[in-house]
Structures are given as C-alpha cells and as structure tokens.
C-alpha cells in the first residue's frame, strides 16, 4: 500500500521560503507522476505543481509560476516543493498526491494515493 508523508510545513513571514517534502513508501513508483495540492480553510483543494515520472515535464498553477518549483528525487522516492517569495494567500495544508495514469495533471481525481497534509501557514 503506497503511503506519502509530507514534511517542511510552518509559519513564516510574507517573502520567505520554505521547501516541502513529500516521501512516498509502499511501492513502485516509476512512471509515476507526482503531485501537490492544497487547501484553504472554507475552499475547494486545488492544484499547485506536478512533475512527471523523469521530471522532465513539470506543471505550475498560475498562482505559483515563477514562485514554486517541484523536483524529485527518484533514488529516494521524494518529491521537493520549494516555495519562495511566499505570500498570505499561500496559506493552506499542502497534500502530496501520486498516481499511475494521470492524464489531466491538475485534477485531484487522477491520483490514487494521498498523504495527511502539511500545514503551511504565510504571516503578513
């Protein structure tokens, strides 16, 4: 059974950085892809970045292109989310997601395996 713990959440200031990860255990991974999202108090959870099996292929939310960056390491079977210049409206619990056929990258449905969150929370 795939299990993914995400780690590296906190409280930070507007304008800091901060790098997830997102640890996955339980199984194969290779031609995976892997994903985060996250989730607002009071709103639907969205999609934030997602990286290919090879990491040749990423995908940013508009709101986070330029800001975010997502990597993997496949020898460790982590995926990295490194967030700088991090707003207010950043904050949320962030969920690392991988999944084998995703075909629409950012739709939370495509993924078959979740971890518990990581709350990552922006002081203004």
């Known amino acids: 059974q795939v299990q993914l713990v995400e780690s590296g959440g906190g409280l930070v200031q507007a304008g800091d950085s901060l790098r997830l990860s997102c640890a996955a255990s339980?199984?194969?991974?290779?031609?995976?892809?892997m994903g985060w999202f996250r989730q607002a108090p009071g709103k639907e959870r969205e999609f934030v970045a997602a990286?290919?099996?090879?990491?040749?292929?990423?995908y940013y939310a508009d709101s986070v292109k330029g800001r975010f960056s997502i990597s993997r390491d496949n020898a460790k079977n982590t995926v990295y989310l490194q967030m700088n210049s991090l707003k207010p409206e950043d904050t949320a619990v962030y969920y690392c997601?991988?999944?084998?056929?995703?075909?629409?990258?950012?739709?939370?449905?495509?993924?078959?395996?979740w971890g518990q969150g990581t709350q990552v929370t922006v002081s203004s």
């Open positions: 997601a991988t999944g084998r056929e995703v075909a629409v990258v950012n739709h939370p449905g495509q993924y078959d395996s």
């Open positions: 339980g199984g194969t991974f290779r031609n995976y892809v």
């Open positions: 990286i290919t099996w090879s990491g040749l292929n990423t």
